[in-house]
């Protein structure tokens, strides 16, 4: 006697596209009035040209003294806090905004992709700030003295400030991304692209792309290049033990957990 088929969790769930686009109207209105306060409020304090002080300064502490930075273009003084504030305003505002994406995506996944999404949202974000901060508070003391350690004696360092926040910004991605690396393990295995044991065989060449990798985006300096590589490498051991064990959790119920597929 056939067994009967499970019946599908989301059955019946399905809406009209109009409802759907109606809803992503409605979030996104939520999100934008989220970072829209959180703007209001930053200007109010600390406001943005403290928040721009408080960027620049990792290079201010670095330049000669009595050396500032300058603006080359007539609107960069009001421009460049502007983008500050609005940066930082999503920043503030990140956690409301990812929460109207996930009450938008939960209603059309099943019970197991929401226990495999949801924590991926929450890490993903809080390794990317982690990067940033890590970014902010070693690397760039690290990047702006090794700079001013080679500027001739008869030059006088003057930044632009918008090449400063390209620059900034540029950072703030490659680092924020690069501790990104233990939710790519995690997908990777998820997905079934690669298996645990692949990644731990694979282990000797992501050292070698990691301390290449590291060595483009940090000073030509063997302290800060080594401590980056650590942290990266580190990060890629975490996701090995993070796949391991949270992917076999996040299994379909008619799933074999394969997390450690090809032997752990």
């Not at 759907?20 to 943005?48: F, M, S, T």
């Not at 690290?142 to 926040?165: C, G, H, M, N, R």
């Not at 900034?168 to 990777?188: C, H, Q, W, Y």
Request: proline share 7%; aromatic share 12%.
């Amino acid at each position: 006697m056939s067994q009967p088929e499970p019946e599908d969790e989301l059955a019946g769930t399905e809406q009209p596209f109009v409802a759907h686009l109606v809803e992503l109207r409605d979030r996104l209105i939520k999100a934008i009035i989220a970072i829209g306060i959180a703007a209001a409020v930053l200007a109010l304090y600390p406001g943005p040209s403290a928040m721009y002080d408080v960027l620049a300064a990792p290079l201010v502490a670095q330049l000669p003294k009595g050396a500032t930075l300058i603006a080359t273009n007539v609107i960069s003084p009001f421009v460049v806090p502007l983008k500050i504030l609005f940066m930082a305003a999503f920043m503030v505002a990140l956690p409301v905004v990812l929460y109207q994406v996930w009450a938008f995506v939960a209603p059309g996944l099943y019970s197991h992709e929401k226990r495999l999404v949801l924590p991926l949202v929450i890490s993903s974000t809080i390794l990317f700030l982690a990067g940033v901060a890590f970014c902010y508070y070693f690397v760039f003391g690290q990047v702006f003295k090794f700079i001013q350690s080679f500027a001739p004696k008869s030059i006088t360092a003057a930044p632009d400030i918008e090449e400063y926040l390209s620059f900034v910004i540029g950072m703030f991605l490659a680092f924020g991304l690069a501790f990104e690396v233990p939710v790519a393990v995690i997908l990777l295995v998820r997905m079934g692209v690669v298996s645990v044991q692949q990644l731990r065989q694979w282990r000797g060449y992501f050292w070698v792309v990691a301390a290449v990798g590291t060595a483009l985006v940090t000073p030509p300096d063997a302290g800060s290049m080594l401590i980056l590589l650590t942290v990266v490498g580190g990060l890629y051991e975490v996701g090995i033990l993070a796949a391991q064990l949270f992917v076999k959790r996040t299994a379909a119920p008619e799933e074999p957990a394969a997390a450690d597929s090809g032997g752990a």
